[in-house]
């Protein structure tokens, strides 16, 4: 039986492997439309999505998605089928790499656009009384949305169980948040009486704690939460527009979560990972290519 940090590394290479299978299917053109990928991120999708449960919680990520959708448990065979534009994609298809329906997962690739749909899932939760809780990613990027603020309005007077997951990765698209975001992200949510807090790491064992408890919080108040991960992203904002310095990449390089992660764990870890990830993927890639290509007619399932 795996330890939680031989089971994180795992976790973490899937998600990683996978996103640079993204990648090269995108430049063998066989992607639909656009991709986004999560390279560098790994860490927070594991240390927070990982902990919820999909039998009554929900996600609603955005653009950046693949990552949580696998720490969710979704399926990698449906993911891959789905970028590539086939029948057994998740949406069947139809929805590509931005727009993801998996049980109680859900993604929107319009910036800002899952603001409002994530705190309709924690009001459901909140006039059901039930005991599950809505998580919506976002970024710095959606900062300068009005719908990020009339949710976060929403969920203070009506005290949804909702926990707002910031990845402050730095960029949106290219613009340094410098240039786009003004005062602090931590401080966004505290005038609306919105309990905030932030970390600024990188590392999976020093996340997951943290992680739990703004999980814990959010659960046991049936109150909204504004967890600020301070992050960064390896790869390009989406296939291979980057401008960003070469000394700064390096510098984050030195922070990779895989990486810090990899100094952790046994050369035998290792080696397994590498060959069960190696071998989920191929199995999911050869179905998905082994599918055929997805058609507007039929409903979906």
Known sequence: ??????????????????????????????????????????????????????????????????????????????????????????????????????????????????????????????????????????SDGALGEGVVYESLNMAALWNLPILFFVENN??????????GVAGSVVDRAKPFGIHADEIDTTDVEQLRPWCSEMIEYVRTNRKPAWAVVDTYRLAAHSKGDDNRPEEELARHREHDPLYLLRRRVSDACIENAEKWVEDVLAKAAEAAENSPASTMDGELS
Request: proline letters at 1%; charged letters at 15%; glycine letters at 14%.
């Open 1 to 138: 039986m795996l330890s939680q940090i031989e089971t994180d590394f795992r976790d973490m290479l899937l998600i990683r492997r996978t996103e640079e299978l993204i990648l090269q299917l995108f430049t063998e053109g066989k992607v639909s439309g656009t991709t986004h990928t999560c390279i560098g991120q790994e860490a927070n999708a594991i240390a927070l999505i990982s902990q919820l449960d999909p039998a009554i919680d929900f996600v609603m990520s955005n653009h950046r998605c693949h990552g949580h959708y696998l720490s969710f448990g979704c399926s990698l065979e449906g993911l891959l089928g789905e970028i590539m534009g086939r029948a057994n994609g998740i949406c069947g298809g139809r929805g590509g790499s931005q727009h993801l329906k998996s049980g109680n997962f859900f993604s929107n690739g319009v910036l800002g656009g899952g603001a409002a749909i994530a705190c309709g899932l924690a009001l459901g939760e909140k006039l059901k009384k039930q005991n599950g809780i809505a998580v919506w990613c976002l």
């Open 170 to 179: 730095l960029y949106a698209q290219s613009t340094p948040i410098a240039l």
